[in-house]
C-alpha cells in the first residue's frame, strides 16, 4: 500500500475542519487562535503534497515564507491577547464586547 496525494490531502482537509471548528465552537482567544494556527499547518501540508507529488520545490519554498510570516504572527497574536488578558482579565470572547479601553 502507497501513500499518494489522496491521502495527504484528506489528512490536510481534517485538520483544515478541526480548525474551523474550534474557530466556531469555543470562546477562549487562546484556544481560536491555536484553531487558527491550525489550519495554516493544514494549508501548509496541502501545498507540501501538491508540491512533492509534482516533482517541484515551488510549493515547499512558499510553505518556508509562510512559516516564517506565522512566526511574526505568532508574536503579534500572542502579545495582543496578553495585552487584552492584562486589561480586562479575561481571555473569553464573550466578555470582549468592546475594544474601547
Do not use: C, P
Not at 496541502?46 to 516533482?55: K, T
Request: aromatic share 8%; charged share 15%; glycine share 4%.
Amino acid at each position: 500500500m502507497t501513500i499518494g496525494l489522496e491521502h495527504y490531502l484528506v489528512v490536510s482537509a481534517m485538520l483544515f475542519v478541526l480548525g474551523v471548528a474550534g474557530v466556531i465552537v469555543r470562546r477562549n482567544l487562546l484556544v481560536i487562535y491555536m484553531s487558527l494556527e491550525l489550519m495554516l499547518n493544514a494549508a501548509n501540508l496541502a501545498l507540501v503534497a501538491f508540491s512533492r507529488f509534482n516533482n517541484n520545490l515551488d510549493g515547499q519554498v512558499f510553505v518556508f515564507f509562510v512559516i516564517t510570516v506565522a512566526a511574526a504572527e505568532v508574536a503579534v497574536g500572542l502579545a495582543l491577547i496578553v495585552a487584552v488578558y492584562r486589561r480586562r482579565h479575561t481571555a473569553h470572547v464573550e466578555d470582549l464586547r468592546t475594544l474601547k479601553l
